[in-house]
């Protein structure tokens, strides 16, 4: 199992910046792919950001520019900085991972969630 702790949302004026951040543990081989959702009230849940373990990163075109996904091998952790924030910004904000496990398995895993709020 992975477990998945989040930390870094709250409240930023429009414009602002803010930096979430994954912390992955448990017991696992490899995390492989890193991302960001992000479920806003009364929308579907949309991915973010993603950073493969190659390193090759991909955004969703509203955050192009403006959100930078990151990671920190040695400490399971990934983060997303998000710049220039935006009331449509606001969300819940969620770090998903898939991982392989000692026994070859591969499954995913989702965070608790964190609320980023943007105010005008």
């Known amino acids: 199992q992975v477990q998945l702790v989040e930390s870094g949302g709250g409240l930023v004026q429009a414009g602002g910046s803010l930096r979430l951040s994954c912390a992955a543990s448990?017991?696992?081989?490899?995390?492989?792919?890193w991302d960001w959702y992000r479920q806003a009230p009364g929308k579907q849940r949309e991915l973010v950001a993603t950073?493969?373990?190659?390193?090759?990163?991909h955004y969703a075109d509203s955050v192009k520019g403006r959100f930078a996904i990151s990671r920190d091998n040695a400490k399971n952790t990934w983060y997303l900085h998000m710049n220039s924030l935006k009331p449509d910004n606001t969300a819940v904000y969620c770090c998903?991972?898939?991982?392989?496990?000692?026994?070859?398995?591969?499954?995913?895993?989702w965070g608790q969630g964190t609320q980023v709020t943007v105010s005008s």
């Open positions: 950073i493969s373990s190659g390193g090759s990163t």
């Open positions: 448990g017991s696992f081989v490899s995390i492989n792919t």
């Open positions: 998903r991972c898939t991982a392989t496990h000692y026994d070859y398995r591969r499954s995913t895993y």
